[in-house]
């Protein structure tokens, strides 16, 4: 009796392991739930857009600036001490006239920006990021009229910090 009893118990358990119900559970991968993207207001998404302009405008002329910094100061001490001939006087004086035109320039885009991120209550949260970039614009700009083009490459600096983090802060 006992022989069939441990038959009757080894045959369930051997039909149970066998039937495919049993061993093989089939299931349906489950669909990957899409991230909701947060709602974007279009005056956060217009200002990003500009600061990344800016940015890039800003970083690339830094770039280009940066290795002339140290002719610049020297042109600029020889100038002061009179041994320049009057031709690279001129000459020293016309890209003084044009540095200082591409950073006024500067100065309004930037200047525009911060005034945006001031007014538009959607940029307030941001504007802290930004603030004080137009009083750097304007450092940058006396700096370069006053032949101090190391101030004019660390205000430049400044700004790009400045920009790079509003950008990075900014959603979209």
Known sequence: MKVWVFL??????????????????????????????PFVNQDVRTAKQTASNQLSNVSGYLNRFTPLVQTLNDLAR???AGKLSKRASTDFDNAKKKLSLQLSDFKVGLTNLENDFRTKPALAKYF?????????????????????????????????????????AMPG
Do not use: H, M, W, Y
Request: hydrophobic residues 40%.
């Open 8 to 37: 009757g118990v080894l045959a369930v358990c051997v039909a149970a392991l066998t039937s495919p119900a049993a061993a093989q559970k089939q299931t349906r991968p489950r669909p990957t739930p899409t991230p909701v993207k």
């Open 78 to 80: 020889d100038q002061k």
């Open 128 to 168: 802290i990021k930004i603030q004080g970039i137009t009083d750097l614009s304007v450092t940058t700009l006396d700096a370069a009229n006053n032949s101090r083009f190391d101030t004019v490459r660390e205000s430049l600096k400044g700004i790009v910090q400045r920009l790079t983090d509003t950008v990075a």
